[in-house]
């Protein structure tokens, strides 16, 4: 993960300690200058002391960020590390967390956004950390035909019905809920209601203007799968 001494960055570290601790793996921060290595020297202690998490510091900027081989690259919702990251997310072998909200919520919720060309990858990521969070797990569609919103028990459209089934292929352990929302992506992203936001790439790996939406508008951090 990257940091630039920001408030935005610490709270992106603070979530990347609770991933890296929750889905057993290293933590790597990648961050420059004094006040960032006086809060990495106590960052040290709570990585290694509180959530038991292997860390390692490591000094440079943006490019060492996009440099850095990684399975999940963590930013803040703003600063050095965020506005580099088109570049970061241009590499699709790997996931992109931009941490946003506050306060931090506490649902148990982790939604999967569905009805896109990388629905696989979305759930795929969605299954590993509901089962690392011990989370529950919600399959958000934006149907803008759809008359209001509702969270039903049965999928009744085809994404959710796809979803689902490749769920029960890939993690028959979970049971999701499932929700038609008819907002727009931004008022729909925005609303307080999960954990973590999980969307997908467009075509050809890229990033669709329905991820740039969450990115700018979620309520909560947001992992591109």
Known sequence: ??????????????????????????LVVVG???SVDRALSVERARVVDRA?????????GPDELRALECDTLVVGSRGEPF?????????????LVV????????????TAAVGGVSDRAVLRAAAQVC?????????LHLHLHFGGVAEVGEPDNTPLRH????????APDLEPTNLLDRRAPHEAFGAPSTDLLIIGRG????????????????ACPVLLA
Do not use: C
């Not at 506005?83 to 997310?89: D, E, I, N, T, Y």
């Not at 075509?203 to 979620?218: D, I, L």
């Open 52 to 60: 038991r998490v292997v860390g390692r510091f490591v000094p440079g």
């Open 32 to 34: 420059r200058s004094q």
């Open 203 to 218: 075509y050809g790996g890229s990033v669709g203007r329905v991820a740039k939406t969450a990115f700018y508008h979620s």
């Open 99 to 110: 941490v946003r909200g506050l306060p931090r919520l506490a649902t148990g919720v982790v």
């Open 83 to 95: 506005h580099g990251l088109a570049a970061a997310a241009e590499n699709p072998e790997r996931q």
């Open 131 to 139: 089962r690392a969070r011990a989370a529950r797990l919600r399959l």
């Open 1 to 26: 993960m990257g940091v630039d001494g920001s408030e935005a960055a610490a709270r992106a570290l603070d979530w990347a300690v609770e991933h890296a601790a929750a889905s057993r793996a290293e």
């Open 163 to 170: 979803a689902t089934k490749y769920l029960r292929a890939i």
